[in-house]
T-cell receptor
Framework: QKEVEQNSGPLSVPEGAIASLNCTYSDRGSQSFFWYRQYSGKSPELIMFIYSNGDKEDGRFTAQLNKASQYVSLLIRDSQPSDSATYLCAVKGYNNNDMRFGAGTRLTVKP | DTEVTQTPKHLVMGMTNKKSLKCEQHMGHRAMYWYKQKAKKPPELMFVYSYEKLSINESVPSRFSPECPNSSLLNLHLHALQPEDSALYLC?????????FGPGTRLTVL
């Protein structure tokens, strides 16, 4: 079982729709959860981080964490073509420097 | 400011060459990382330095040699690489939990 799993996609949504990206993780000791956006040929860019169960909103982005289910998600409201990218889920344990990435979900927002 | 810089942006080298990748951050972060990323794959952790000491080495071949001269700088020395080592090499730093990535060095080994 992979440590961090994501649906590789591609996920295609129309412009203005809600894009829902999902991630599960295997280590119950994981404490910190991150979403990165990566455009083709570029480096990962931090979008959101979440530590506590529940929702965290930042503009059009909402991260959701359910530690009991070992599940973290990212919702993108009012999706724009510029949101088309690969979204990487990353997970860290407590008090360590080891961040584990999922394989990424490729999102395409169609005009 | 969350900037991590990397030089060079692109590097082409032969299998007998010796080259170095450089990474710099001035955010006071105490952890610095090297990742390797192949096309359509996630970043793959290579090395972690914490307080200028190597804390994680993910069984990386010895042809890759990291160095942390001070808390702001991280180098990756390359020697006798193979064509399959061609990839995007990413540096990152973190002060607490969040990692910030540099723009990467696109390495091609001929």
């Amino acid at each position: 079982q992979k440590e961090v799993e994501q649906n590789s996609g591609p996920l295609s949504v129309p412009e203005g729709a809600i894009a829902s990206l999902n991630c599960t993780y295997s280590d119950r000791g994981s404490q910190s959860f991150f979403w990165y956006r990566q455009y083709s040929g570029k480096s990962p860019e931090l979008i959101m981080f979440i530590y506590s169960n529940g929702d965290k909103e930042d503009g059009r982005f909402t991260a959701q964490l359910n530690k009991a289910s070992q599940y973290v998600s990212l919702l993108i409201r009012d999706s724009q073509p510029s949101d088309s990218a690969t979204y990487l889920c990353a997970v860290k344990g407590y008090n360590n420097n080891d961040m584990r990435f999922g394989a990424g979900t490729r999102l395409t927002v169609k005009p | 400011d969350t900037e991590v810089t990397q030089t060079p942006k692109h590097l082409v080298m032969g299998m007998t060459n010796k080259k170095s990748l450089k990474c710099e951050q001035h955010m006071g972060h105490r952890a610095m990382y090297w990742y390797k990323q192949k096309a359509k794959k996630p970043p793959e952790l290579m090395f972690v330095y914490s307080y200028e000491k190597l804390s994680i080495n993910e069984s990386v071949p010895s042809r890759f040699s990291p160095e942390c001269p001070n808390s702001s700088l991280l180098n990756l020395h390359l020697h006798a690489l193979q064509p399959e080592d061609s990839a995007l090499y990413l540096c990152a730093s973190s002060g607490s939990d969040t990692q910030y990535f540099g723009p990467g060095t696109r390495l091609t080994v001929l």
